[in-house]
């Protein structure tokens, strides 16, 4: 009997936390208090990066930051609650739940705040580890139909990309090592080793160059420009994949809601 019970109280909080509704007041306000807090997260993880703050603004921080940590942990746990619904197929919908992206994100928005609490840390790393809470923005994935198309346009085009990375970074490695070999007898501070190098090399390809490492020798400076034209049609590569990919997307939502009734969300025949 309990089982029955929760069951259409559990699906219907699926219903408000994932399958959020324009018209219905709990999902929108469920949606809109999340986004809120997010978004004032961000501002109070900036805020709290300036020193000598007044002591109440530094304890309403800490107060805000515990109840934000008790939202989204009774959000995370909502969501796993309720993960057989949005895992339906698998068998194990829980754990799928558990290293699904956003839930991985979810959890690294909240895990900052129990770690000290689990493990001692030295204060330095301590500091680090609070600067994770400016992943929550990433929980705004969500709710922003762009961020959700971008997430979706780079999981479909990832094998394409990782090749370009991939293509990348041998590019990398071989500027690299040509220039250590190139200008390390002219300039020994500033291509010491071939690790050394690789900002060289990052700067170039990209076509940033920043001017504090650059090549004095005529070979060397023939490979840097032939390494900067290639920066220029290789960095855009992964650009144009994305940008052809999000405006697919976007068309293909389109054409998607042109078939649907506006009333009922029916596909029309």
């Known amino acids: 009997m309990p089982q029955k019970t929760f069951k259409p109280i559990r699906k219907r909080t699926f219903e408000i936390i994932e399958k959020s509704q324009p018209r219905n007041k709990a999902d929108m306000f469920f949606d809109y208090l999340i986004i809120s807090f997010i978004v ?9 990066s300036y020193k000598d703050l007044p002591s109440n603004l530094e304890k309403f ?27 339906k197929e698998s068998k194990h919908p829980y754990i799928s739940y558990i290293f699904s992206f956003m839930a991985i994100i979810d959890l690294l928005a909240i895990l ?49 990309l990782l090749t370009t990375i991939f293509i990348t970074t041998i590019l990398l490695l071989l500027a690299s090592s040509l220039m250590y070999y190139v200008e390390n007898a002219a300039q020994p501070e500033k291509f010491p080793n071939i690790v050394a190098s690789l900002w060289w090399a990052v700067a170039t ?28 049609g290789l960095v855009a590569l992964p650009t144009g994949i994305i940008s052809s990919g999000f405006i697919t997307e976007i068309n293909n939502k389109k054409n998607v809601q042109k078939t649907k009734c506006p009333n009922c969300g029916k596909e029309l025949k």
């Open 205 to 232: 390809l990209t076509t940033v160059g920043y001017g504090d490492v650059y090549p004095v020798t005529a070979v060397g400076k023939i490979i840097s420009g032939v390494i900067a034209i290639l920066g220029i």
């Open 40 to 48: 004032l997260n961000v501002i109070a993880v900036t805020i709290s």
């Open 112 to 160: 900052p705040f129990y770690i000290p609490f689990i493990i001692p840390f030295d204060l330095r790393y301590l500091r680090m580890i609070s600067m994770m809470r400016l992943l929550r923005v990433f929980k705004l994935n969500r709710y922003n139909h762009s961020m959700h198309a971008i997430y979706k346009v780079l999981k479909k085009e990832k094998d394409i």
């Open 61 to 87: 921080l800490q107060t805000f930051e515990v109840i934000s940590i008790a939202v989204f942990t009774f959000e995370y746990l909502l969501r796993l609650w309720t993960a057989k619904f949005l895992f």
